[in-house]
């Protein structure tokens, strides 16, 4: 929000905007509120208290867009409150919209443009959702949907880059991923073919030993048809192309 990018520092005032951001143009209801806020066992003071976060926010925010003629920030309703704000304004909508959107560009086989989209959209995470506050069962499901999209939005960026052939390039984030995420067997198959396609066979068939050792000393599984299938390939020298065996998938470990 221009002009107000300064958090609040009380927890819950903060925890009350955060609320009221990502339900920004519909009404929260105060029971919404307090839920969020307490759980099953508000104080007896939790419809005034609040009331009186709103009120901070209002107060701390207010002055600024009176200044550019933007109107009322948080709106009173019979049931609750309203936080206006454009969709420009709110990072986890704008991030959405690009990813879409890249997501469409790269169906028309628009691959440089969706990459360019791609990273602008995760260009605007600067760590983990809603990192400094501590979500309750009202926010909880939105911090595990952007948490899932930023995941998705990663991944497809690498799907990208990866038609436009940018395996060196990879490498180093490649890298990090799978360390990062130890089970995480699409990483470990991109990391696989990135080596691959930089002349790296021995590497590549490196990192598909420590996955299988990581899965069977974490899990008491195997690797995936799909990976023991690239594995084979990998060490029999055969040539791949982009088909059901190496495609990527770019669904979402739950």
Known sequence: ??????????????????????????????????????????????????????????????????????????????????????????DAQVFERLSEQARASLTAGHTEQAARQLREALALWRGRALADVSAGSVLAPHVIHLEKSRMRTLRLRIFADQRLGRYREL?????????????????????????????????????????????GAELGVRPSPRLHKLQHDVLTGVPWTRGPQTELDLTVPT
């Open 1 to 90: 929000m221009e002009g107000a990018a300064e958090k609040p520092t009380a927890p819950k005032v903060r925890w009350t905007l955060a609320l009221l951001l990502l339900h920004a143009n519909r009404v929260v209801g105060h029971s919404s509120i307090i839920y969020e806020l307490w759980g099953e066992t508000p104080p007896c003071s939790a419809v005034a208290t609040a009331q009186t976060y709103v009120y901070q926010i209002r107060k701390k925010y207010q002055r600024r867009l009176d200044q550019i003629g933007w109107g009322e920030l948080v709106e009173t309703r019979p049931s609750g409150y309203v936080l206006r704000a454009e969709e420009s304004e709110i």
């Open 171 to 215: 490498l180093p984030e490649l890298q990090f991923l799978a360390a990062a995420n130890p089970i995480d067997e699409w990483f470990h198959q991109q990391l696989m073919i990135a080596l691959v396609e930089t002349g790296r066979r021995a590497d590549a068939l490196e990192a598909y030993h420590r996955l299988q050792s990581t899965l």
